[in-house]
């Protein structure tokens, strides 16, 4: 019987919801975005809620895995994302742009991010009482940087390239791309605080020495100066080694044909290595090869993806060399739509109104979810960026200092810094022998509370920022 042959299991219909919605997008996404000026972010996260786990269950990542726990899916496919677009944003920044501007992306990256990771964590303790401090200065750590992925609408719509000045645009877009990698030492903290203060066995002044000790040389030293200083490195090797390998197939080429004026294609390029088009596979397996080189040094993979792409475009030496091809753009949209559709299916709107359960987590209610929203879209950065702005000498008015303030989007990076401190969280938990002991039912109740608040930020995020200019 030839329906038999049909097997319409959820990876493949998955597959035709992918390539359905880009396919459609695509055709109207000039008009939606230079009309209605909406990104392709608010698009596919509001098409993944419909035809995921929440309502027609079409695209259900929960079940492309065993045990039903998608957080290790999850966490490696927006290290990957997070780390192109990072790279990409690199690549896109002018030659030497960090030199020029460095006060100013200095300013946004450690006051800026440290008082909004102190104020929105003593406002999440606030609204949700039942949490600590530190759960609250952990949940504000992951949603402390701000989206490369929301925000390059600023630096491709055309209503922003009409209205946005183009120096903003690149400070808004490298400032996304340096402070995800920069919001780990504020999620690390966290952790240790959390880790310390939950444990009885060691002295206070125990505790101190060897967080500080701890935060110094394992994150500030090793993982963010030694991951810069890494990314750096790599991306200066990397330039040179290709820069010096075309240059020379040139001038290879040039004394041939001044030589040899009749000779026929094919011996003219049967001594080159490269093609135009591998240019681009380098400009793909040079990421790869940093997300593995930082994950099994244990670095900063997103610093060194920034650091890398800055010193690889340094001299706009590449960009001038790839403006013909727009596969790397292309790319990026496709992995934008397929990574905001993804997470629009698994958001927990089940877990935003208390439905996990009365013992675990009794506060947690929409009217609060509500309260953190208004507070991160509002006292997160735009108080402190107005405060500083007239020592930022890329900021020229008040005017300017609001919308950089509220352009702090949260996306991509806070999901990834939700599920790696969701697995830390874990195995501390399961550490602890006495499962009715205070320890172990802190961590269980802040693992479940920690997701639902913050994939509640990132939905109203995507909502505004998504929404706002494109």
């Known amino acids: 019987m030839v329906w038999s042959t049909i097997d319409s299991n959820n990876p493949h219909v998955s597959y035709i919801l992918v390539g359905l919605f880009c396919f459609v997008y695509s055709l109207i996404s000039f008009k939606l975005q230079n009309s209605l000026f909406i990104t392709e972010s608010f698009f596919s996260t509001i098409f993944g809620i419909f035809v995921g786990s929440n309502v027609l269950k079409w695209f259900d990542p929960y079940k492309w895995v065993s045990n039903g726990n998608i957080d290790q899916l999850t966490y490696e496919l927006s290290r990957v994302i997070l780390c192109i677009q990072i790279f990409t944003t690199a690549i896109d920044t002018p030659k030497k742009f960090l030199k020029y501007h460095w006060k100013t992306i200095l300013l946004l990256i450690i006051p800026i991010m440290t008082f909004g990771w102190i104020v929105t964590g003593a406002f999440i303790k606030l609204i949700f009482p039942q949490l600590h401090f530190t759960d609250g200065l952990l949940i504000a750590g992951c949603i402390t ?31 996304s791309g340096i402070n995800d990698g920069m919001a780990f030492p504020f999620v690390y903290l966290s952790l240790q605080l959390i880790k310390y203060n939950n444990s009885t066995i060691y002295t206070q002044d125990f505790k101190a020495k060897h967080i500080i000790k701890n935060w110094l040389v394992d994150v500030i030293l090793y993982k963010i100066v030694f991951g810069a200083v890494f990314g750096i490195i790599m991306g200066i090797l990397a330039r040179k080694g290709l820069k010096k390998l075309i240059l020379a197939e040139r001038e290879k080429e040039d004394k041939k044909n001044s030589v040899l004026m009749h000779v026929n294609n094919e011996s003219k390029t049967k001594n080159k290595w490269l093609t135009k088009e591998s240019i681009i596979t380098i400009y793909l397996s040079f990421i790869v090869l940093l997300i593995g080189c930082a994950s099994t040094l244990g670095i900063d993979d997103l610093l060194v993806a920034f650091f890398a792409g800055t010193a690889f475009a340094w001299t706009d030496w590449y960009s001038s060399h790839t403006e013909e091809f727009k596969f790397i753009s292309s790319l990026d949209f496709l992995m934008n739509c397929f990574y905001f559709l993804y997470l629009g299916s698994i958001l927990p709107f089940n877990q935003f109104n208390n439905a996990v359960g009365v013992r675990i987590v009794p506060d947690l209610k929409i009217w609060r979810l509500i309260l953190v929203g208004l507070v991160v879209l509002t006292l997160r950065r735009i108080p402190i960026v107005v405060t500083l702005h007239k020592f930022m000498p890329d900021v020229a008015n008040f005017k300017e200092s609001i919308f950089i303030g509220h352009f702090g989007a949260v996306g991509v990076g806070a999901i990834y810094s939700c599920m790696m401190a969701k697995e830390f969280l874990t195995e501390q938990m399961h550490s602890v022998e006495d499962v009715d002991s205070t320890e172990y039912k802190h961590y269980k109740r802040l693992i479940y509370i920690m997701w639902p608040i913050i994939a509640y930020i990132v939905f109203i995020s995507i909502t505004v920022h998504g929404c706002t200019i494109a």
């Open 145 to 175: 940087a701000t989206d490369p992925c929301l925000s390059a609408s600023i630096m491709t719509g055309h209503f922003a390239i009409q209205n946005v000045p183009e120096i903003l645009r690149h400070i808004i877009a490298v400032e």
